[in-house]
């Protein structure tokens, strides 16, 4: 059993992919070839955003929308720490102080309520994650925000494609962050992201920080990166945009179906979808009592699992001295009780029956009832 199957969309998708990636090898602009300008057209389109500046990576997104914003040493950024590493690390690579706010124990993600107590006057943008592929309270984030004259990052690496109060992740805030990673809901053959924005000038400074911060070839105006997408893993993300609409919905299938079916095992914390929006699932995330032994039982009933993610930032050593490591206790918490199923748009239901009837079995194999 596959935790998530890139095979079976690659069967699906083999014909229009292996021509996307023959044209590239035709016309040869392996860097900034036509493919890079068509995929940040149909992104900026689906998403609704202005601007789309496609990027090496989610990481490399995240990193060049701080420097377009010009965080500087000593600032602070708010941000939640039971995340991937990378939206802390980037952060700290520019010198600036992650200060992490606790999440909310059904969603998550970052609690609004517990923002504004963090800002102080150094603080220069807030980043909430939209965890799992749902998007965080970016309403009352953004209010939060303008109160204090704030830009808000989403770091949508996880959400490209969930829906919010009928707009799209990437497009609610001041910069929207995504990742092409290739286990991501729309990923590549490698490493790839993109940033989105309905800003003129922030556009124009992430295009030139992309390409080391120049504004024409060899004319540098500020600091920049190494930091564009590759043109074939843009013709491989151009040839998955055709079954992406359907991809997504299949998702919320998925999704809809394990929560109804995993509902009704006592044990069992399924994940919270809030009404106004919608999750991509890019992992399916359940709360256990006793993970270790339940990861053991369901393992040995051939199904894998994954834990998004075990630690929380403030307790990781590279990271502890940033912040107290008892002042999230949500994320203390959740770290300890959450694993993901195996979650894929081509999951059938023989396959997603059988994972159910494990979680079942595996509870009732000595776990205590909570
Ligand atoms: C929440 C979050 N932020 C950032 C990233 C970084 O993306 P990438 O792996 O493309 O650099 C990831 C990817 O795993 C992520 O899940």
Request: charged share 20%; proline share 14%; aromatic share 16%.
């Given at each position: 059993m596959e935790f998530i199957d890139l095979k079976a969309q690659y069967a699906a998708l083999r014909e229009p992919i292996n021509a996307r990636i023959q044209k590239v090898l035709d016309h040869?602009?392996?860097?900034?070839?036509p493919e890079v300008r068509e995929l940040e057209e149909r992104l900026a389109a689906y998403t609704g955003s202005k601007h789309c500046i496609t990027v090496a990576s989610g990481t490399e997104a995240l990193l060049i929308a701080l420097m377009a914003l010009d965080l500087k040493p000593g600032d602070e950024v708010i941000t939640p720490p039971?995340?991937?590493v990378a939206t802390a690390e980037v952060i700290v690579l520019l010198g600036a102080k992650p200060v992490f706010v606790d999440v909310e124990p059904?969603?998550?993600?970052?609690?609004?309520?517990?923002i504004e107590a963090a800002?102080?006057?150094?603080?220069?943008a807030i980043m909430p994650v939209s965890l799992y592929g749902q998007v965080a309270d970016m309403d009352e984030i953004n209010a939060i925000a303008a109160r204090h004259g704030l830009p808000v990052i989403e770091d949508a690496a996880q959400s490209f494609g969930a829906a919010y109060k009928g707009r799209m992740s990437c497009n609610l805030s001041t910069i929207g962050c995504t990742s092409f990673?290739?286990?991501?809901?729309?990923?590549?053959?490698g490493d790839g992201g993109a940033i989105f924005t309905n800003d003129d000038a922030l556009a124009k400074a992430m295009r030139e920080i992309r390409v080391?911060?120049?504004?024409?070839?060899?004319?540098?105006?500020r600091i920049g990166v190494g930091g564009r997408m590759d043109t074939l893993q843009c013709a491989i993300v151009l040839a998955k945009l055709d079954r992406f609409e359907w991809e997504v919905s299949r998702r919320h299938v998925v999704g809809a179906r394990y929560t109804k079916l995993l509902g009704a095992i006592p044990g069992v914390q399924t994940p919270t979808v809030r009404p106004d929006r919608t999750s991509v699932y890019a992992q399916y995330t359940v709360q256990v009592p006793d993970r270790a032994e339940f990861v053991k039982a369901l393992n040995a009933r051939g199904v894998p699992t994954a834990v998004?993610?075990?630690?929380?930032l403030n307790r990781q050593p590279a990271y502890a001295h940033l912040c107290c490591?008892?002042?999230t206790p949500v994320s203390a918490q959740l770290a300890e009780r959450v694993v993901s199923l195996p979650m894929h748009p081509d999951m059938d239901e023989a396959t997603q029956d059988q994972i159910v009837a494990a979680v079942r079995e595996s509870l009732q194999a000595g776990i205590p009832a909570y």
């Open positions: 040869g602009q392996f860097i900034m070839g039971f995340t991937f059904d969603t998550c993600n970052i609690d609004p309520a517990k800002i102080t006057p150094r603080t220069k990673f290739p286990s991501k809901p729309l990923g590549c053959y080391h911060g120049q504004e024409k070839r060899y004319y540098h105006t998004h993610y075990p630690v929380p490591p008892d002042c």
